[in-house]
């Protein structure tokens, strides 16, 4: 049975429009220990596709699939 991590940072965004999730975020993995795990919380439609394919793009990699929840999205990316 898989254990659920918590997350080492969270990165709350809510508020800021785009590029600025991906930049921050970009920002705050490469700060990270590798193998720390990142949540980030965006209300920026546009971070849904974005933070996923740029993080991805830059070698990172998801704990779970990023989640929709009402007008939030939230993203687990480990370092």
Same mark, same amino acid.
């Given at each position: 049975?898989?254990?659920?991590?918590?997350?080492?940072?969270?990165?709350?965004?809510?508020?800021?429009?785009?590029?600025?999730?991906?930049? !921050? =975020?970009?920002e705050?993995?490469?700060?990270?220990n590798?193998? %720390?795990? *990142?949540q980030? #919380?965006?209300?920026?439609?546009?971070?849904?596709?974005?933070?996923?394919?740029?993080?991805?793009?830059?070698? !990172? =990699?998801?704990?779970?699939?990023?989640v929709?929840?009402?007008? %939030?999205? *939230?993203?687990? #990316?480990?370092?």
């Amino acid at each position: 049975m898989e254990k659920k991590k918590e997350a080492d940072f969270t990165l709350d965004l809510r508020g800021e429009s785009c590029p600025y999730p991906v930049i !921050y =975020t970009l920002e705050a993995l490469e700060s990270m220990n590798k193998g %720390e795990l *990142l949540q980030v #919380i965006t209300d920026c439609p546009g971070s849904f596709r974005n933070v996923p394919e740029e993080a991805k793009a830059h070698g !990172y =990699t998801f704990a779970q699939e990023p989640v929709k929840n009402g007008q %939030e999205y *939230l993203f687990y #990316i480990y370092a």
